[in-house]
């Protein structure tokens, strides 16, 4: 920093030496964050490269990849988190780069400290922000670390822009954080690029009786992972780091294949009106750790050869078909799940008199909860259509009547209410069945099941083994 940079520093703390500590912490990174070293070039990223460069192979494709979306990974060991922090260091003005848990960001900052910058000038654990200019002499220059631990934790994001968003272990977050979040990718700056960058090991199952996390991420990347692609367009298979074009067009809600990135005029069907539509890229580079100089010849190569399997598959060599086979003894076949959901996002598109919506509603499923971080759900049917789940906070239905109330307004066409009984929801049945004029079952799952399956040569020991039952056969193709 220059002299004349320091005094202003000593003066504004002169003049502020009542203020909390906190207001002038805030004055201190707002002078580092302007205030860059006169010995750099100001504003010209071609410089940062010193600091950190990729390892050939995959990691430089990924690097140089034109993708608007980049999947990058696959395989544990691969460079992936660097990949992250190389971008964001090297090509991009204002970074932010997500992981589950905000803590786990300290490797990236020690990654930092130790190895690339060799100083923590400029870092705020405060705020989570490091801002680099005056280590890199561009202006603006800064990354953001965010966790999202909770749902609703991408609220806290929204409306920054960011050239650079990056995902670490992509498979943690839902598709919609994502999407939401990828919202605000976008730069003021002349010739800045932008893009965003997912880095995941594949979908892998969370316990002996969970699945898969991630899913979406095979759905996302389909032409380069899912092994039952259809290719709407065909255009065959891509390699890795091939270019595929994306658009979601007005009236449609899922994202559809385009040849190419060409933008072209579609009219709004809710508007009447000519839209411009500018086809976004996207592309899959997988890697490993015999990709990586650094562990391929260590323990760490042995330590995952040593997994067991399935995990040996998924995190030695990116194994994303592991995720989409059934677990032992599953109850829901996974492909029978993936066609269901197919199903529903093409329904999605239907014209509202041809939707199921636009019927009769069948029933209504209630599901209580009383306080605490559960949900009160509430599962409309319309024959043997399952609609978008309802929801509000359990706090919101803190007793019989309240969660009565939301009952009956999510209900339609006068159909039956049925109450899961057991515990909170006891008291919503009782208020609905005294008090309301509606239809309204209890549902109890350890009363007596009273159909068979639909073979008709098996019973069941109780109504909640019926449901779950039924519930499959509901999806059976």
Not at 247 to 265: A, M
Request: with cysteine.
């Amino acid at each position: 920093m220059s002299a004349h940079a320091s005094d202003l520093t000593l003066a504004l703390q002169a003049l502020l030496a009542n203020a909390s500590e906190e207001a002038l912490e805030e004055i201190e990174e707002t002078l580092s964050a302007t205030l860059v070293s006169p010995s750099l070039p100001q504003g010209d990223p071609g410089n940062r490269d010193r600091f950190w460069t990729p390892q050939p192979g995959p990691q430089t494709q990924a690097y140089e990849s034109r993708a608007d979306l980049l999947f990058y990974g696959g395989a544990a060991g691969g460079g992936k988190s660097d990949l992250l922090l190389g971008l964001a260091l090297t090509r991009h003005q204002r970074s932010i780069i997500y992981r589950k848990e905000a803590t786990q960001n300290q490797d990236f900052v020690e990654r930092l400290t130790s190895d690339l910058l060799q100083t923590d000038r400029g870092w705020s654990s405060k705020n989570m922000t490091w801002n680099l200019a005056p280590v890199t002499g561009f202006n603006g220059h800064r990354i953001v670390f965010g966790g999202l631990p909770n749902p609703g934790d991408e609220q806290r994001y929204k409306g920054r822009p960011n050239d650079f968003i990056g995902f670490d272990e992509g498979v943690d977050f839902t598709e919609f954080q994502i999407r939401f979040l990828s919202t605000w990718n976008r730069s003021t700056l002349p010739n800045q690029r932008c893009r965003i960058v997912i880095a995941s090991n594949p979908p892998a199952p969370t316990a002996k009786k969970h699945a898969a996390n991630g899913l979406w991420l095979i759905d996302m990347f389909a032409p380069w992972l899912d092994p039952q692609y259809k290719d709407p367009l065909q255009q065959g298979r891509p390699e890795a780091g091939d270019l595929r074009w994306y658009v979601k067009l007005p009236g449609h809600t899922r994202d559809q294949e385009w040849p190419d990135g060409i933008p072209f005029l579609h009219e709004d069907p809710n508007t009447g009106k000519p839209e411009m539509v500018i086809p976004q890229s996207r592309t899959f580079i997988p890697a490993s750790v015999y990709d990586n100089a650094y562990l391929r010849g260590s323990a760490y190569l042995g330590t995952l050869q040593s997994l067991h399997e399935p995990l040996r598959s998924i995190m030695l060599h990116g194994d994303f078909t592991q995720a989409l086979s059934d677990q032992p003894l599953a109850l829901f076949p996974a492909q029978w799940l993936r066609d269901a959901v197919t199903r529903f996002k093409e329904m999605e598109d239907l014209p509202a008199n041809k939707h199921p919506r636009s019927e009769p509603m069948t029933a209504l499923g209630f599901d209580v909860a009383r306080g605490g971080a559960d949900f009160t759900v509430a599962a409309p049917r319309y024959g043997a259509y399952f609609d978008t789940l309802q929801q509000v906070p359990g706090s919101s239905t803190p007793d019989g009547p309240t969660g009565a109330g939301y009952a009956v307004s999510w209900v339609k066409d006068g159909a039956t209410i049925v109450v899961d009984a057991n515990g909170p929801g006891g008291a919503v049945y009782d208020h609905l069945n005294k008090t309301v004029e509606v239809p309204c079952r209890a549902y109890v799952g350890s009363s007596k099941a009273n159909l068979r399956d639909r073979t008709g040569k098996f019973t069941f020991p109780n109504l909640r083994s019926q449901s779950y039952w039924k519930f499959r056969e509901a999806l059976d193709p």
